[in-house]
């Protein structure tokens, strides 16, 4: 979707400000925010293209004005009322009222550091063939969809080189819509920065975004 | 971003809870009751990226490629079993790339969709990397993004920016300072700052740390 979360390119949020000696978490409230998020995808069996599309999937200007972690606790609230895992008078009361739902598993503390470990990877096999090479040159489509995506607006339209063929790998804008994985293969594509910005582009500058096949068109 | 605004709230004043403290204690009160979650789980989930996993590990994966040939050409070749060889994967990790600086080209990380980052090697990423002033002018003005930094490039040295748009993640091998010969691993990865690995610092010059 073409939220607010599509920043590449935007003017006028001012400098990039680094916080000296900056804590890992700023309030109590972060931790536990940032570790249920993590905790719930295993009862609630939700993938990580579903939870980016919770976070953006909100008015631009309400995204634009909340900290990272409240984007992080409003989608982890709205997949859980959608889920039926949990409901809003639940959250004003502090306590379960309704009956539990079964879920499929439980994140104990057991598990956490083996499956942190192993992670999600997204690679899959194929028995496709990939349509385009290193140096190939190829147009990043124009697509708007109201779902989600991961290809960028400011790239949109504008052609580019392919610089590797990544691998075959589960396709967003599908795993987002519990579509399915859909694997597609994976591109890494160089664009110049006079291609993508005109004459106020930096000519020393190159912008690469990984992007998948369904997203690009021979140029 | 409201983030100094919190911190400087929360750290002040415990006792007067905001809205979404309290509705984030709410709602892991009702998930702990309904069995879905696992407090044990979720204090072990922060202790780890809290105070386990962070830029230290990325700093010994860079130190061991300056530090040893064949190390650094396994980790250009396949980044992820070479950083794997010193324990650190999994989760934001899944397939990570490693970027070479070199006196032409520098290299510089961003995620303008999200915040993608490799955790495994640089732990949780910091405010600014998730900031709208980061995400919406590291691909159109890297130099200037660089000059908030205190980072100047000679004007020929090419930029290339990694927007993190799918699971891949980058780690920045910045140059080995001049000044370094003869150093161990420990010594190198004292100069590794966090920042040179994202692409928005350099490292530390050898004058800095004390040998």
């Not at chain 1, 995204?63 to 809003?88: G, H, N, P, T």
């Not at chain 1, 147009?139 to 052609?159: D, E, F, M, Q, S």
């Not at chain 1, 589960?170 to 110049?192: I, K």
């Amino acid at each position: 979707m073409n939220g607010a979360q599509d920043l590449g390119g935007m003017h006028g949020f001012g400098p990039v400000e680094p916080e000296p000696n900056e804590p890992v978490f700023h309030a109590e409230w972060e931790k536990r925010a940032f570790a249920l998020t993590l905790a719930m995808a295993m009862p609630a069996d939700w993938n990580i293209d579903m939870s980016r599309f919770a976070r953006e999937n909100r008015d631009p200007a309400e995204y634009l004005s909340m900290s990272y972690y409240q984007i992080w606790f409003a989608a982890l609230e709205s997949m859980l009322k959608e889920r039926a895992l949990v409901a809003d008078d639940e959250i004003e009361a502090g306590h379960a009222l309704h009956e539990r739902k079964p879920v499929p598993r439980v994140l104990s503390s057991d598990d956490v550091l083996n499956v942190l470990h192993r992670g999600g990877p997204t690679e899959r096999d194929t028995n496709t063939k990939a349509s385009f090479k290193p140096g190939d040159k190829v147009r990043a489509k124009n697509i708007n969809p109201l779902t989600h995506t991961r290809l960028p607006r400011y790239v949109r339209g504008h052609v580019g080189t392919v610089e590797r063929v990544v691998g075959c790998h589960v396709f967003p804008d599908s795993n987002a819509t519990g579509a399915g994985e859909n694997p597609q293969w994976l591109y890494t594509v160089r664009f110049d920065g006079a291609e993508l910005w005109g004459v106020d582009g930096d000519p020393t500058t190159q912008v690469s975004v990984d992007a998948w096949e369904p997203y690009l068109e021979p140029a | 971003m409201t983030h100094a605004h919190d911190h400087h709230h929360h750290d002040h004043d415990h006792s007067e809870l905001s809205e979404t403290q309290l509705r984030v204690r709410a709602l892991e009160t009702v998930l702990t009751e309904k069995g879905y979650v696992d407090p044990a789980a979720l204090d072990l989930l922060v202790e780890t990226y809290e105070k386990k996993v962070g830029p230290r590990n990325g700093a010994r994966v860079v130190a061991k490629a300056w530090a040893d040939p064949a190390y650094r050409a396994r980790l250009f070749k396949d980044a992820t079993p070479a950083i794997a060889e010193l324990g650190y994967a999994g989760r934001q990790g899944e397939h990570i790339v490693a970027l070479e600086n070199t006196p032409k080209r520098h290299n510089m990380v961003v995620c303008t969709l999200c915040s993608c980052y490799p955790w495994p090697v640089l732990g949780l990423p910091p405010v600014w990397y998730k900031s709208a002033p980061y995400r919406s002018r590291a691909v159109s003005d890297p130099r200037g993004v660089l000059k908030d930094f205190g980072v100047t490039l000679p004007k020929d040295s090419e930029i290339r920016v990694w927007d993190s748009t799918s699971e891949i993640r980058y780690l920045v091998v910045p140059m080995r300072p001049e000044g370094t010969e003869g150093w161990s691993e420990e010594q190198l990865a004292e100069l590794i700052t966090r920042d040179s690995m994202i692409g928005t610092g350099l490292p530390k010059s050898p004058k800095d740390v004390a040998r």
